[in-house]
């Protein structure tokens, strides 16, 4: 069984910074682009940032360009989100996403390739 389970969410300050994790399990994803979605209440989900499967290429939604980073670690499993400079606009709930096995491009994120979901972790950003 395919499983995304994020953590690290919460509350922090505006200027403050988080970092979250997904930890991935139920086939091989070292192979596959992963990346994290966001919503915010009362908003469509949207992209946030993806990574390739060698985590040599990165690709981040202008909203989050330069205040965020996104790692990974085959090894363990896990895809880790940075955010920095946090403002209360990020408010919102973070979805970790993995693409299909072999789409291993950041650009499987954003064009739908997707098979797994976590179920997501607040981050709430206090004025």
């Known amino acids: 069984q395919v499983q995304l389970v994020e953590s690290g969410g919460g509350l922090v300050q505006a200027g403050g910074s988080l970092r979250l994790s997904c930890s991935a399990s139920?086939?091989?994803?070292?192979?596959?682009?992963m990346g994290w979605f966001r919503q915010a209440p009362g908003k469509e989900r949207e992209f946030v940032a993806a990574i390739n499967w060698s985590g040599g290429s990165t690709y981040f939604a202008d909203s989050v360009k330069g205040r965020f980073t996104i790692s990974r670690d085959n090894a363990k499993n896990t895809v880790d989100l940075q955010m920095s400079s946090l403002k209360p606009e990020d408010t919102a709930v973070y979805y970790c996403?993995?693409?299909?096995?072999?789409?291993?491009?950041?650009?499987?994120?954003?064009?739908?390739?997707?098979?797994?979901w976590g179920q997501g972790t607040l981050v709430t950003v206090s004025s």
């Open positions: 996403a993995a693409a299909r096995l072999g789409s291993g491009a950041t650009t499987s994120l954003t064009k739908g390739a997707l098979d797994a």
């Open positions: 139920g086939r091989t994803f070292r192979l596959s682009a």
